[in-house]
């Protein structure tokens, strides 16, 4: 099987407009024009490292949407076989946000939803969240977001795990949480809440797996075994640039398969 890339989006001209992305684009070396991938460029990048899937991630801020679950949509369709969708909410209007989920995902189509708490400024555990978390657990599909430092110019507190995502893992203990971006520096955090709450996932996305902390590799090859999974970030980095070597992390063949695509075949009900 090949690998399930866990976090992607096909960026529009209204994200890459947006000021923050500049500085994201610098972190990743990547300066200069701003990157909008077409389906067929995302194609060739899967198909280059053995990437079988991407998850592609809608975009919504308090300025308004950057990559709209309509747009999103449309990106599914034009390889259905190739890729699922993320939807996102206006966390502003909370009512809505959770007639869009009802109304986008299926399971099948989108799998699940996705918030950048750096975006809005707002922790996880912040009160407008909460109809988002019920939705979600009505509907089964995981709640997807960003754990760690940030990489734009933006405040990083609002990703750290303790107290904010344990505060959401407590109140609704049948969510299942995918944390994106490693969670450095608060590794130790991660891995305490993956011992405490079953349902408390981690992606390795916006890393190449070269560069993964050394206390995450030690947690992968531990409890984080069934709980890890891959992602690029696409296209800040492609799926080649993040896999090139895998090698090095010295994976056994079960823990491999399970990080590339076994874990996210199984929360995402591929």
């Given at each position: ?9 096909m ?5 890459a ?10 972190w990743?070396?990547q ?5 909008i991938?077409?389906?067929e ?27 709209s679950?309509?747009?999103?949509s ?12 993320l939807?996102t ?7 809505q ?19 950048v ?14 109809p988002?978390y019920?939705?979600c ?18 405040r990083?507190?609002?990703g ?17 949480v995918?944390?994106g ?9 991660l ?16 890393y190449?797996?070269?560069?993964l902390?050394?206390?995450f590799?030690?947690f992968?090859?531990?409890?984080g ?7 690029t970030?696409?296209?800040?980095l ?15 063949r079960e823990q491999e398969?399970?990080?590339l695509?076994g ?5 995402f009900?591929?």
């Amino acid at each position: 099987m090949g690998a399930i890339d866990v976090w992607a989006q096909m960026t529009t001209e209204r994200m890459a407009k947006a000021p923050w992305l500049e500085t994201l684009l610098r972190w990743t070396g990547q300066s200069g024009a701003p990157l909008i991938p077409s389906t067929e460029s995302t194609l060739r990048a899967m198909d280059t490292a053995g990437v079988d899937i991407s998850l592609l991630s809608a975009w919504h801020g308090p300025q308004g949407s950057l990559i709209s679950n309509e747009e999103v949509s449309d990106q599914i369709d034009s390889a259905p076989d190739r890729f699922r969708g993320l939807a996102t909410v206006d966390l502003s209007n909370p009512m809505q946000a959770v007639r869009d989920i009802r109304k986008w995902v299926d399971g099948e189509k989108f799998v699940g939803v996705r918030v950048v708490p750096w975006l809005w400024d707002l922790p996880p555990n912040d009160r407008h969240y909460y109809p988002v978390y019920a939705a979600c657990v009505d509907l089964g599909v995981p709640f997807c977001t960003q754990v760690g430092h940030t990489g734009p110019l933006l405040r990083s507190e609002t990703g750290r795990p303790i107290p904010y995502l344990e505060d959401v893992l407590l109140d609704f203990p049948e969510l299942v949480v995918v944390g994106g971006h490693v969670g450095f520096p608060w590794i130790d955090e991660l891995t305490s809440l993956t011992i405490k709450f079953p349902n408390f996932h981690a992606d390795t996305s916006a890393y190449a797996v070269h560069r993964l902390p050394d206390d995450f590799v030690s947690f992968m090859k531990g409890i984080g075994s069934k709980r890890v999974m891959f992602g690029t970030n696409w296209p800040m980095l492609s799926p080649e640039q993040c896999l090139q070597h895998l090698d090095q992390l010295d994976l056994s063949r079960e823990q491999e398969d399970a990080f590339l695509f076994g874990n996210a075949r199984r929360v995402f009900n591929l």
